[in-house]
């Protein structure tokens, strides 16, 4: 199969979304720094590369955040030529490959919110290079994760209030409020 990389870009300036057409990951592997990259053969690769702050994979994607000095027309070209390479020699996400599908847990409520963010929130936010997971629910208040683009993003908020907010309190009227838990 020869592999084709294809990038696009994400609301974040500072992350490039890389699409493979293959599944990288059921999931998504969040490596914020190069110390949480040990387990990542692939992702450890990548910050071997100086202009590299952030990796994040999910389906058939690698979100990468560059540094600041780094500038998007200097290194597109090699990194979407290391995650071609990277790729077609079946360079590993996580040493352990074992997978788990989405268990939800907690009250009925919970098990529904999860269920939401999971079937409505979760693919418009991969869509930008990103991923959201549930962390909790507390007298009205859902508290979620971004990750990957959506870590850091200015428009992040106005994501989490107007969408996803919009949205969970339409479907279940008990939810008052979305936040973010920072990273």
């Given amino acids: 199969m020869t592999i084709?990389?294809?990038t696009e870009q994400t609301p974040n300036p500072a992350t490039m979304k890389f699409m493979v057409n293959k599944l990288l990951i059921?999931?998504?592997?969040?490596?914020?720094?190069?110390?949480?990259?040990?387990?990542?053969?692939f992702a450890k690769e990548l910050?071997?590369?100086?202009?590299?702050?952030?990796?994040?994979?999910a389906s058939n994607f690698v979100t990468i955040t560059k540094t600041e000095d780094a500038e998007w027309n200097d290194i597109e070209a090699i990194l979407k030529e290391f995650v071609k390479g990277a790729v077609e020699s079946e360079l590993k996400i996580k040493d352990?490959?074992?997978?788990?599908?989405p268990a939800f847990e907690g009250t009925d409520l919970e098990v529904k919110i999860q269920q939401i963010l999971h079937d409505y929130v979760r693919p418009?936010?991969?869509q930008d290079g990103g991923a959201i997971s549930y962390k909790s629910f507390d007298e009205g208040v859902v508290t979620v994760e971004l990750r990957g683009s959506c870590s850091g993003c200015p428009s992040s908020t106005i994501t989490l209030k107007s969408g996803i907010q919009n949205l969970l309190q339409r479907m279940v009227p008990e939810v008052k409020e979305v936040v973010s838990e920072a990273l």
Wanted: charged share 25%; hydrophobic share 35%.
């Fill in 96 to 101: 352990n490959t074992s997978e788990e599908t």
């Fill in 4 to 6: 084709n990389v294809y």
């Fill in 124 to 126: 418009a936010v991969e």
């Fill in 47 to 57: 910050f071997k590369f100086n202009f590299v702050n952030g990796v994040f994979f």
């Fill in 26 to 41: 059921n999931g998504s592997e969040d490596f914020a720094t190069r110390e949480s990259a040990e387990h990542s053969p």
